[in-house]
């Protein structure tokens, strides 16, 4: 028996190979499917299964190119209607992989299909839940994602309170838990760092799975304190249950070298959004004017799904070299499947065309300290919320760039803004939209408020984020 955690940092996803005898499952897979079909490949084994624990909303999941290319049967739990062909598991119905058992356990909670896959191994042994978003470490799926439902959350909760107590808690304490999420995820507030766990670990410390927990505390507990989701979750769920463009369909249109003549007549021409996906010490030190930054080196995928708001936008990318696949590849796993090519020769080939660059002025967090004692200076903090309760500078005026195109109204462009996150990433993704909303008087603090602690600027005093 093989069981392989294929995970992606960036979605903070896990998706997983399981093997015996020369048969294989894959659970909730990534929209790139030809590693999957590659390891089967090495392994002389074939592809038997795509078992989904629910309708995805963080991501758009290879299920459906998975399928055809291998002629898998795609499973989902009870209830799940698609446009595609898939078979809908009874509560409690087995399936074989090789010597092993896989068990659909209905879950319903996070979304009414949700289904939690128990492996039994060739013994009988319950081995292993594959839990999706039913259960994470640490905590458990956000009950308000439910699409086309006519079922409030706090609905869905009492659900989830029932699964978790009826299905799962009730497992031995060694199983082992190997959810669809880990910290960095929207699709819960408490995840841990860690990737893989047990049941009996998490009766131990995951506040949902109280025993002396009742129903009513559940529900309040669970919902207290979940942020909005990011506006492209909705999307993401249809296209997993509707179906969606072939990925090497998406990637063949979209990996396209242009010069810098046919850049700028298409992003005229299309009305495309130039996206620049370098390092932010490069976008800052020149860029395409209007362009909006989004690197590589952080949370891409999911900060382009909470901040472009059309997921069938054109867009045309600035990317560093060699490295224009990826980011097709990494915009298509949230849905973005519009990209029309990327910068061929980078900003030095536009720079060598003679067109225009514009850049963005950065300062050390020491110099920003210097700036605020010597005279009046606009802050703004574009960190979480619960980031800015925890420890703030004093006089900082505070949004989260989840939600900056909500506060567009809350901000001048007659001031000049100095703008930090937590460590500089954020804040230079924050600059790049308001510059080009027409906001063009913006400091960027290198380092962020990491940097700035380190400064004798007044702050509020520490408040532990898990007493908030």
Same mark, same amino acid.
């Given at each position: 028996m093989?069981?392989?955690?294929?995970?992606?940092?960036? !979605?903070?996803q896990?998706?997983?190979?399981?093997?015996?005898?020369?048969?294989?499952?894959?659970?909730?897979p990534?929209?790139?499917?030809?590693?999957?079909?590659?390891?089967?490949?090495?392994?002389?084994?074939?592809?038997?299964?795509?078992?989904?624990?629910?309708?995805? #909303?963080?991501?758009?999941?290879?299920h459906v190119?998975? #399928?055809?290319?291998t *002629?898998a049967?795609? /499973?989902?739990?009870?209830?799940a209607?698609?446009?595609?062909?898939?078979?809908?598991?009874?509560?409690?119905?087995?399936?074989?992989?090789?010597?092993?058992?896989?068990?659909?356990?209905? $879950?319903?909670?996070?979304?009414?299909?949700?289904?939690?896959?128990?492996?039994?191994?060739?013994?009988?042994? @319950?081995?292993?839940?594959?839990?999706?978003?039913t259960?994470f470490?640490?905590?458990?799926?956000?009950? @308000?994602?439910?699409?086309?439902?006519? !079922?409030?959350?706090e609905?869905?909760?009492?659900?989830l309170?029932?699964?978790?107590?009826?299905?799962? +808690?009730?497992?031995?304490?060694? /199983?082992? /838990?190997?959810?669809?999420?880990?910290?960095?995820?929207?699709?819960?507030?408490n995840?841990?760092?860690?990737?893989?766990?047990?049941?009996?670990?998490?009766?131990?410390?995951?506040?949902?799975?109280?025993?002396d927990?009742?129903?009513?505390?559940?529900?309040?507990?669970?919902?207290?304190?979940?942020?909005?989701?990011?506006?492209y979750?909705?999307?993401?769920?249809?296209?997993?249950? +509707?179906?969606?463009?072939?990925?090497?369909?998406?990637?063949?249109?979209?990996?396209?070298?242009?010069?810098?003549?046919?850049?700028? #007549?298409?992003?005229?021409?299309?009305?495309?959004?130039v996206?620049?996906v370098?390092?932010?010490?490069?976008y800052i030190?020149?860029?395409?004017?209007?362009?909006?930054?989004?690197?590589?080196?952080? *949370?891409?995928?999911?900060?382009?799904?909470?901040?472009? $708001?059309?997921?069938?936008?054109?867009?045309?990318?600035?990317?560093?070299?060699?490295?224009?696949?990826?980011?097709? $590849?990494?915009?298509?796993?949230?849905g973005?499947?519009?990209?029309l090519?990327?910068?061929?020769?980078?900003?030095?080939?536009?720079?060598?065309?003679?067109?225009?660059?514009?850049?963005?002025?950065?300062?050390?967090?020491?110099?920003?300290?210097?700036?605020?004692?010597?005279?009046?200076?606009?802050? !703004?903090?574009v960190?979480?919320?619960?980031?800015?309760?925890? +420890?703030?500078?004093?006089?900082?005026?505070?949004f989260?760039?989840?939600?900056?195109?909500?506060?567009?109204?809350?901000?001048?462009?007659?001031?000049?803004?100095?703008?930090?996150?937590?460590? *500089?990433?954020?804040? /230079?993704?924050?600059?790049?939209?308001?510059?080009?909303r027409?906001?063009?008087?913006?400091?960027?603090?290198?380092?962020?408020f990491?940097?700035?602690?380190?400064t004798?600027?007044?702050? $509020?005093?520490?408040?532990?984020?898990?007493?908030?």
């Amino acid at each position: 028996m093989i069981i392989e955690q294929i995970y992606t940092n960036c !979605l903070a996803q896990g998706a997983y190979y399981i093997e015996s005898q020369g048969e294989v499952a894959i659970i909730d897979p990534l929209r790139e499917t030809q590693p999957y079909i590659d390891k089967a490949n090495k392994n002389k084994a074939k592809i038997k299964f795509i078992f989904e624990t629910h309708f995805h #909303a963080d991501f758009v999941s290879g299920h459906v190119d998975l #399928a055809k290319k291998t *002629g898998a049967t795609i /499973v989902y739990g009870p209830g799940a209607e698609t446009s595609y062909d898939i078979y809908s598991a009874s509560d409690n119905e087995e399936f074989k992989i090789g010597n092993i058992t896989i068990k659909a356990l209905h $879950t319903p909670g996070h979304t009414l299909e949700s289904t939690t896959y128990l492996l039994v191994d060739e013994n009988g042994k @319950d081995h292993a839940i594959f839990s999706g978003d039913t259960l994470f470490l640490g905590d458990v799926g956000r009950p @308000d994602l439910a699409i086309k439902s006519d !079922l409030t959350k706090e609905d869905l909760a009492k659900m989830l309170f029932e699964s978790l107590r009826t299905k799962i +808690m009730t497992l031995a304490d060694d /199983v082992i /838990v190997y959810p669809a999420h880990g910290a960095g995820s929207a699709c819960g507030k408490n995840l841990s760092k860690e990737t893989v766990g047990t049941i009996g670990d998490q009766k131990k410390t995951n506040y949902a799975l109280r025993a002396d927990m009742s129903k009513d505390e559940f529900v309040k507990e669970v919902l207290d304190g979940i942020a909005p989701p990011p506006q492209y979750f909705a999307k993401n769920a249809m296209l997993n249950k +509707m179906g969606y463009d072939n990925f090497e369909t998406v990637l063949e249109t979209g990996d396209i070298p242009l010069s810098p003549e046919a850049f700028e #007549a298409m992003a005229n021409s299309e009305d495309a959004l130039v996206l620049d996906v370098r390092p932010q010490s490069d976008y800052i030190q020149g860029h395409i004017p209007n362009s909006i930054f989004i690197g590589l080196n952080g *949370g891409f995928a999911p900060w382009v799904g909470a901040l472009i $708001t059309d997921i069938k936008q054109p867009i045309l990318l600035v990317v560093p070299e060699g490295k224009s696949k990826e980011a097709v $590849t990494r915009l298509s796993r949230v849905g973005y499947d519009n990209t029309l090519g990327y910068l061929k020769g980078g900003i030095d080939a536009w720079i060598s065309a003679g067109k225009e660059i514009d850049t963005l002025e950065s300062i050390s967090a020491e110099t920003f300290a210097n700036r605020v004692k010597n005279g009046n200076v606009n802050i !703004l903090d574009v960190r979480k919320d619960g980031e800015y309760a925890s +420890m703030h500078l004093e006089d900082a005026q505070h949004f989260a760039l989840d939600y900056i195109n909500e506060n567009m109204n809350a901000i001048s462009k007659d001031k000049t803004y100095h703008i930090h996150c937590a460590g *500089g990433y954020r804040s /230079v993704i924050a600059a790049s939209i308001l510059k080009a909303r027409g906001f063009h008087n913006l400091v960027d603090i290198a380092g962020g408020f990491g940097a700035i602690k380190k400064t004798d600027l007044p702050m $509020t005093d520490f408040v532990c984020p898990t007493t908030l």
